[in-house]
């Protein structure tokens, strides 16, 4: 079912033809393009030892993997005020009016979905609430390897701030073009959003030091003041921030274990082929790892897909990077009979970002089960949902649209239920209680209940029911 065409001079996009078969989820799961899973093993060795490390030597082992990892020398990891604040001075104007503009469209959005609190009355005398707290604290991480993402600060930040969290930290990787410090787009972007507690971490080292805190120390220039730990992390980064989210998981709620980014475009013949390559490129962009998939029912639509690639990768700036993620397995064309089975592998694949490029796209999106985001027609890009849509570009990967949401404001919010019942509620289902306790073999519970009435129990009998 498999094929791939190779030149020199354009991308292989491999094509997967499932014309013909009449495959279940299980194996529809097993055909599409995905990365095999790489040496997990080692990874996660790598990250138990930074999180050994960060644990038991604080700040001194912050200085040491700085040193390691971003070549930089540094004593305390936190951004000094004059340096945020300095970097929003030094802003491009325009970098600055698309932030701003940014940032307006993902309140709007953030807004519109915090939650309402419930109450409910089962009965006369009984009322069970439930009520949206936000987080304490939270630590968001913007990466910044392959590019810079400012677009990150502010999908993590807004939805934070809707929520209501009182307290937000940020961390990004320290430049060596910098003295030492993120990126100063990175800082900008968080002066924008009124954040001041930067620190220059990158990778797993600042998922650990978010999860445990780092105590206050001292050393030969003074004190070190100390990093209080978070109650949630979020943000995107490589497989070992990946894995340090997932190890820490528990000690702190994270978003996602985010894997490379991926793009899915369904499309028929009617769809413009070098909307689609564009599009295709525009993730590639991000990974050599990142997917880019399209899944169509037109062969020629296919070939046409092809040759816009190899035009357009060949133009590009970062062309070797998305030559090599056009190439790889996780990347290509899967041929189906009809729309209807494209929806369905489209389902099985449940991209981070799917494109529909048909007739009556808003009619098959809304057929649509599995996806983090969801861009409708021709004029709806995921670059759209990267910068300004409003929505969040935080979303699941590596199939995980399956069952997980992407960031939200629910995401730094917990449900507290409220439970008040009067005397006479509690009577009206004391004989319920008593009977699933005894069912479960917890009399336990039936005595909590039934000790409230004793009184009432001696004087005249068991409570009214």
Same mark, same amino acid.
């Given at each position: 079912?498999?094929? $791939? ?13 499932? =014309? /013909? +078969?009449? *495959?279940?989820?299980?194996? *529809?799961?097993? $055909? ?9 093993? !080692? ?71 915090? @939650? ?17 707290? #936000? ?44 003295? /030492?410090?993120?990126? #100063? ?14 620190? $220059? ?15 206050? $120390? +001292? ?26 989210? =997932? ?24 769809? &413009? ?6 599009? *295709? ?6 990974? #050599? ?28 700036? +970062? &062309? ?6 056009? !190439? ?38 809304? =057929? ?12 709806? @890009? ?30 730094? *919010? &917990? ?8 005397? #006479? ?8 209680? =008593? ?31």
């Amino acid at each position: 079912m498999t094929s $791939a065409a190779t030149t020199a001079s354009s991308p292989a996009f491999r094509t997967i033809d499932l =014309r /013909g +078969h009449a *495959l279940g989820l299980a194996e *529809l799961r097993a $055909a599409v393009p995905r990365l095999t899973a790489g040496d997990g093993a !080692s990874v996660e060795e790598a990250v138990r030892g930074i999180i050994s490390q960060v644990r038991g030597s604080g700040f001194s082992a912050l200085t040491a993997l700085a040193a390691k990892f971003d070549g930089v020398r540094q004593r305390h990891p936190r951004v000094p005020a004059e340096a945020i604040s300095g970097a929003l001075a030094g802003l491009d104007p325009e970098v600055r009016a698309a932030l701003e503009e940014s940032i307006a469209r993902a309140r709007i959005f953030a807004a519109a979905q915090v @939650p309402a609190d419930v109450t409910v009355h089962p009965a006369q005398g009984a009322s069970v609430t439930q009520r949206w707290v #936000p987080v304490g604290r939270v630590g968001l991480y913007v990466p910044g390897g392959l590019a810079v993402y400012p677009s990150s600060v502010v999908m993590n930040v807004v939805p934070a701030q809707a929520a209501g969290v009182a307290s937000i930290a940020l961390a990004s990787p320290p430049q060596k073009d910098n003295d /030492g410090l993120p990126h #100063p787009t990175i800082l900008a972007a968080a002066a924008l959003l009124g954040i001041d507690e930067v620190y $220059a971490i990158g990778g797993a080292q600042a998922i650990v030091t978010f999860a445990y805190g780092i105590p206050a $120390a +001292h050393d030969d220039a003074g004190e070190l003041p100390a990093i209080a730990p978070v109650d949630v992390v979020t943000g995107p980064g490589n497989i070992f921030v990946a894995t340090a989210k =997932r190890l820490v998981k528990g000690v702190v709620g994270i978003d996602a274990e985010a894997g490379p980014t991926e793009i899915a475009i369904l499309a028929d013949a009617g769809a &413009r082929p070098e909307f689609v390559a564009a599009d *295709l490129i525009s993730q590639a962009e991000h990974d #050599p790892r990142a997917g880019s998939v399209l899944v169509t029912d037109s062969p020629e639509l296919a070939d046409r897909v092809r040759e816009q690639l190899a035009i357009l990768a060949a133009r590009t700036k +970062h &062309r070797e990077r998305v030559v090599e993620a056009l !190439s790889g397995e996780q990347s290509g064309v899967v041929l189906v009979d009809t729309l209807d089975a494209g929806i369905a592998v489209c389902d099985a694949y449940a991209a981070e970002h799917l494109e529909i490029m048909t007739a009556d796209a808003p009619a098959i999106a809304a =057929r649509i089960r599995n996806a983090g985001a969801i861009f409708v027609g021709d004029y709806s @890009p995921v670059s759209l949902g990267d910068y300004c849509a409003g929505s969040n570009h935080v979303l699941p990967t590596s199939g995980t649209a399956a069952f997980s949401s992407g960031l939200n404001v629910t995401t730094f *919010l &917990r449900a507290i239920q409220i439970i008040d019942y009067s005397e #006479p509620a509690l009577s009206g289902v004391a004989r319920h209680i =008593r009977s699933l306790s005894d069912a479960e073999d917890l009399p336990a519970h039936g005595d909590a209940v039934e000790v409230r009435f004793a009184d009432a129990l001696r004087l005249s009998g068991p409570p009214a029911l």
